[in-house]
């Protein structure tokens, strides 16, 4: 079993950027794809990124170009790098591990989630 502990959120302001990190603990020896979700107060856990086992990234439509997933292997962390933070993307961040199926946004494909990092941006 794998757990995984966020950190690295904070209170900026729009435009500033922020670095996640999600660090895996735990049985981690074999390869797993790794997503970050947010969830707003009193709204859906959303899809933001995942990094696959086979090392590809996708992203949602709203975070594209902005967002940039990547994995360290040396420190066996997931990192989300957030730029150009908008008012909109604070939420409580979180990460989990892929355990399949074909919808990589679907939170019910991934599990070992961990406790999340709250990002707030104020505009």
């Known amino acids: 079993q794998v757990q995984f502990l966020e950190s690295g959120g904070g209170l900026v302001q729009t435009g500033a950027s922020l670095r996640l990190s999600c660090a895996a603990s735990g049985r981690t020896a074999s390869p797993y794809g790794v997503g970050w979700f947010r969830q707003a107060p009193g709204k859906e856990r959303e899809f933001v990124a995942v990094?696959?086992?086979?090392?590809?990234?996708y992203y949602a439509d709203s975070v594209k170009g902005r967002f940039t997933i990547s994995r360290d292997n040396a420190k066996n962390t997931v990192n989300l790098q957030m730029d150009d933070l908008k008012p909109e993307d604070t939420a409580v961040y979180s990460c989990?591990?892929?355990?399949?199926?074909?919808?990589?946004?679907?939170?019910?494909?991934?599990?070992?989630w961990g406790q999340g990092t709250q990002v707030t941006v104020s505009s």
């Open positions: 989990a591990r892929r355990v399949g199926g074909w919808r990589i946004t679907s939170p019910s494909n991934y599990d070992s």
């Open positions: 990094l696959t086992r086979t090392e590809s990234t």
